[in-house]
């Protein structure tokens, strides 16, 4: 199942276009490199240690993610169809706006932080140096990551094609919505 940053690459790409959704995959993919570095920095140890922090991060977290959703819940709202030229135009998202949306996604994530705290350090041997395995394995992630974004952005494009009836965009935006809620909540209720 694809995670919040997948689907808003996947949604950006439906509403703008691969093109555009490679701001949102650039702010995401930053996302992931500070988290998993700082990760390999032991933040993750901090978060561990202080579970307070971990639920001031994990409740900031749950919030942004339902923002998104009831943004894109209120997108139903606007949608059109190609054909019906009294609607106007849907807007051009700017693409510091992009990015910024795509970073807040990725970092308001805590668990991403415990999944590389537990995931990075298998991969890691102790006894030889510690740096160039560091950097191996940030470029391996992040490089399936961005297969990953590009798969789902290509597909977000290939959907826009089907999602041309008002009604069809009414459904996505709702389920969408319905998914970054979703998203936000099980965040929410996580107990780590």
Not at 7 to 19: I, N
Not at 105 to 111: A, E, H, V, Y
Request: charged fraction near 10%; include cysteine.
């Amino acid at each position: 199942m694809p995670g919040p940053n997948m689907m808003h690459v996947l949604s950006v790409s439906v509403r703008h276009g691969v093109g555009r959704s490679i701001a949102v995959m650039a702010g995401c993919m930053l996302a992931i490199v500070l988290v998993v570095s700082a990760s390999l920095g032991g933040m993750a140890g901090v978060l561990a240690a202080s579970p307070r922090l971990f639920a001031v991060l994990r409740v900031i977290g749950a919030g942004y993610l339902v923002f998104l959703g009831v943004r894109a819940w209120m997108a139903r709202n606007v949608a059109h169809d190609d054909a019906d030229d009294d609607l106007p135009a849907r807007p051009v998202a700017a693409t510091r706006d992009l990015f910024r949306d795509g970073f807040l996604t990725g970092i308001s994530n805590p668990k991403l932080l415990l999944f590389a705290a537990a995931f990075v350090p298998q991969f890691v041997n102790p006894a030889a140096a510690r740096l160039p395995q560091y950097i191996l394995l940030v470029v391996t992630f992040a490089g399936v990551e961005a297969f990953w974004y590009g798969v789902y952005a290509t597909g977000g494009r290939l959907l826009s094609a089907w999602l041309r009836t008002r009604r069809v965009q009414k459904v996505f935006a709702l389920v969408t919505g319905a998914v970054f809620m979703g998203f936000g909540a099980m965040l929410l209720a996580a107990h780590v």
